[in-house]
């Protein structure tokens, strides 16, 4: 309770660049991006950090092995680089994980042709991850017991990340307090005012104590 009543102190009687109102994966970003470059910043949530939209999301980095589809490669290869880029950056919580793909009757490549396809996305993606493994319906039955290998031709293995969100996102409000941030959970906006000669108003309302004024 102290650090966040320091830090409502600094909302009251502060005066910010930016005021960010979500404490979510975009919101804790943004406020470590503009922090790290010298803006003053503000940022304020009604609930815990990383603890609404955030966790309704897939919590995946991928490098878009779908749109090899359509042969977007140029854009498949800037998302897996991106992808390389968060992994090695964050590896507590951008950690490596598997997926398994079954061709059924209906699938519309074979085998084969999905083979060379994720061996294709893993060499785009400069071989981080580690390799796709092929498997027959006999494979995939050992290893996933719940998949029904009926009528299956086959199956491939491959690799992307999953996000620790809740994690990274506490992690980055912590690495910006560095910079002098202000930040409240808790905390909603319920007022807003622009004023070209006094400068942009903001109230907030502290949901555990009473609402407060900065500009």
């Keep these: 309770m102290a650090l966040r009543d320091t830090n409502l ?8 660049d930016v005021l960010i109102v979500g404490g979510g994966i975009n919101g804790a970003v943004s406020a470590a991006a503009l922090s790290a470059r010298g803006a003053s ?14 966790q309704q999301s897939s919590n995946l980095v991928w490098g878009g092995i779908k749109y090899l589809e359509n042969y977007e490669i140029p854009l498949v290869r800037k998302l897996c680089m991106s992808r390389n880029r968060l992994m090695r950056a964050y590896p507590a919580n951008v950690k490596e994980i598997g997926f398994l793909g079954v061709m059924g009757e209906t699938a519309p490549f074979p085998p084969w042709l999905v083979g060379v396809g994720a061996f294709a996305y893993w060499g785009i993606g400069n071989f981080k991850t580690n390799a796709p493994r092929p498997m027959s319906p006999e494979t995939v039955e050992r290893i996933e017991p719940v998949v029904n290998t009926l009528g299956t031709k086959g199956g491939i293995e491959y690799a992307d990340a999953y996000l620790k969100i809740m994690m990274l996102g506490s992690y980055l409000v ?3 307090l560095q ?4 930040l409240s959970q808790l905390t909603t906006l319920n007022w807003f005012q622009r004023n070209e000669l006094e400068g942009n108003g903001v109230r907030i ?6 609402a407060r004024n900065f500009h």
């Design 174 to 176: 912590s690495y910006v």
């Design 205 to 210: 309302f502290e949901m555990l104590n009473q």
């Design 9 to 16: 102190d600094k909302l009251n009687n502060g005066d910010f």
């Design 179 to 182: 910079w002098m941030l202000a």
């Design 41 to 54: 910043v503000a940022l304020i949530d009604r609930g815990d950090f990383a603890g609404f939209t955030s």
